[in-house]
């Protein structure tokens, strides 16, 4: 793993958005693994500053996301589909964006259809993560196991609590998602994961230092030789 700390948030950020910018530029036809929460909101904002400055041109260049809630229609502003329309897509030029489906008939057959999506686009060449308090990435809760393939996942009470922020009230978090698996997220030729905040520094001493367990699914990170982790001085108070 490379690990580099920032000063702040804002630094990270800009870091993040020019090796994400390299990316398109070393490869303009890249698929890129994208992530919603709070952790890449400023890398995106610096995303969208380069695209205005005509310093990077998305318009080869694909996108999957990791994640999508199910039975929460698309149009619903705490959606991923929403989340990242208003965050990232409405103001740069992809050629394509997909997320899962979480309103799919048969989300089985939706899972396997993603996986199969992202091989016919060539595989990512490029995920950015975000890490959960309870150490998940994408939606791969702590478990006995290490998933393989895109999922439907239950949420951790920590999960539901954590993101209950973005919703009216906790009762309309939704109780599952879709979202890739372990394996999914490995396949990623290169990944790039993003914290910030004192309340991430035990996720991330525990991926960093700790044994790679499924209990603490980021630490399957070390098993992958192009990691680069990016922390602000508040997530590497304790590594
Ligand atoms: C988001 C995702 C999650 C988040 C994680 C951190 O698509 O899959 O794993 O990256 O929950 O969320 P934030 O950034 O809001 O702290």
Same mark, same amino acid.
């Given at each position: ?26 490869k ?21 500053r ?7 041109d ?18 619903h ?6 989340f ?39 595989g ?8 959960? !308090?309870?150490?998940?990435? &994408?939606?791969?809760? $702590?478990a006995?196991s290490? =998933? ?7 949420? @951790? ?47 991330? !001493?525990?991926?960093?230092? &700790?044994?790679?367990? $499924?209990?603490?699914?980021? =630490? ?7 990691? @680069? ?11």
């Amino acid at each position: 793993m490379i690990i580099h700390v920032y000063p702040n948030a804002k630094t990270l950020a800009q870091a993040a958005a020019t090796l994400l910018a390299a990316q398109i530029t070393g490869k303009p036809g890249s698929v890129l693994g994208l992530a919603t929460g709070s952790s890449p909101v400023a890398t995106y904002q610096e995303l969208i500053r380069l695209f205005q400055e005509k310093a990077v041109d998305f318009s080869q260049a694909t996108t999957f996301n990791l994640d999508e809630y199910v039975s929460l229609p698309i149009s619903h502003p705490c959606s991923y589909h929403a989340f990242m329309q208003v965050q990232l897509f409405d103001h740069v030029n992809f050629k394509a964006s997909n997320l899962p489906d979480g309103n799919a008939k048969d989300l089985n057959r939706e899972c396997r259809r993603y996986d199969a999506a992202i091989q016919r686009a060539g595989g990512i060449d490029l995920q950015l993560l975000g890490i959960g !308090r309870n150490g998940h990435i &994408g939606f791969n809760e $702590p478990a006995d196991s290490f =998933s393989a393939g895109t999922q439907i996942v239950n949420l @951790t009470d920590s999960t539901i609590q954590a993101n209950k922020r973005f919703f009216p009230s906790e009762r309309e978090v939704p109780r599952q998602a879709i979202s890739m698996g372990i394996g999914t997220i490995m396949s990623a030729r290169k990944i790039m994961l993003l914290a910030t905040g004192e309340d991430k520094a035990e996720a991330v !001493r525990g991926m960093v230092k &700790g044994n790679v367990t $499924p209990r603490l699914p980021a =630490s399957i990170l070390h098993f992958h030789h192009r990691v @680069t982790l990016l922390l602000d001085e508040g997530a590497a108070s304790k590594i």
